[in-house]
C-alpha cells in the first residue's frame, strides 16, 4: 500500500482522494493487484466520505 496514507483522524479533499485513485490506477497500468486493490477500496470509502462531507458543508 502506498506510503502517503494519512494519519487517523486527518481529513483530505475529493479532488485530492480522487487524483490519489488515479494516480493508482495509471501506476497499476489498468491492473489492480490484490494490495492494490485493497489500497484502491480505502481511496473509494475515503472519497466517498469526503464527497458527502463537502455535500453537508455546502448545505
Not at 30 to 50: F, H, K, P, T
Amino acid at each position: 500500500m502506498s506510503t502517503n496514507s494519512p494519519t487517523p483522524g486527518s481529513v483530505r479533499s475529493a479532488a485530492a482522494l480522487n487524483e490519489q485513485i488515479r494516480a493508482l490506477w495509471i501506476r497499476s497500468g489498468g491492473y489492480l493487484s490484490a494490495q492494490e486493490r485493497i489500497e484502491y477500496e480505502l481511496l473509494v470509502v475515503q472519497w466517498a466520505a469526503a464527497v458527502q462531507e463537502e455535500i453537508v458543508e455546502a448545505a
